[in-house]
């Protein structure tokens, strides 16, 4: 099993449709690279991940004494979160996957594990957890803060100053004005305009966004 325990060589755990677009960021930067496909899911064994077979379980880490890097391809916040603390508990080091057409500023703090998709923008002084998604086309404005294993979806705008707790969940398009804060374990719905403060483990939606019962 040498040959797969290169620094080139990666391991993406997760087979669903966040880890197509991982893989696809990683063949993006270099197609060359050789990736091999976990997933903890029993149902997931017969499963293709654009071309690539899922080998096992996590277990295969240890089992394979491996010495690469680990990409996060899990969408949930929870279940990717849990992996984080696996994986440095474990002394694995996570791969940050970022898209070649992303944008980052030279003082943008990028934590370990975690994903900036195809178009993300983050800027200046903004600080992106370890775990953390950018999806497609999302942007982080200078300063912001976004808290680990928190997902931004697609086309989600944070202004200046923003704060997203961790595990938080951005829905697809949302807006959050200057200097608002948005508490850990919370979720946004779809096209939302975020111009309060949001507390912590709540649901919201809306223009503006207010609580909703799930």
């Given at each position: 099993m040498s040959d797969l325990r290169g620094d080139s060589d990666l391991v993406l755990i997760g087979s669903g449709g966040h880890a197509k677009v991982v893989l696809e960021a990683i063949r993006a930067r270099n197609?060359?690279?050789?990736?091999?496909?976990?997933d903890d899911d029993p149902a997931a064994a017969q499963r293709t991940v654009l071309g690539l077979e899922v080998s096992g379980t996590r277990d295969w880490l240890v089992a394979n004494t491996w010495r690469g890097r680990v990409a996060l391809g899990i969408g949930d916040n929870g279940a990717r979160g849990e992996l984080l603390h696996w994986l440095a508990e474990r002394g694995f080091e996570a791969e940050t996957v970022v898209h070649p057409s992303a944008?980052?500023?030279?003082t943008a703090d990028i934590g370990d594990g975690s994903f900036l998709g195809a178009g993300s923008i983050v800027l200046a002084d903004a600080t992106i957890g370890a775990g953390a998604i950018v999806n497609t086309g999302a942007s982080v404005d200078h300063d912001c803060m976004v808290g680990a294993a928190a997902h931004l979806g697609p086309g989600v705008r944070l202004c200046g100053n923003v704060t997203v707790g961790a595990e938080s969940l951005i829905g697809v398009g949302t807006a959050v004005r200057p200097g608002v804060s948005i508490g850990a374990n919370a979720v946004v719905g779809a096209g939302s305009a975020v111009v309060c403060d949001l507390a912590a483990g709540g649901t919201y939606a809306g223009c503006p966004a207010r609580p909703i019962n799930r």
């Open positions: 197609p060359d690279r050789k990736v091999i496909i976990l944008i980052v500023g030279a």
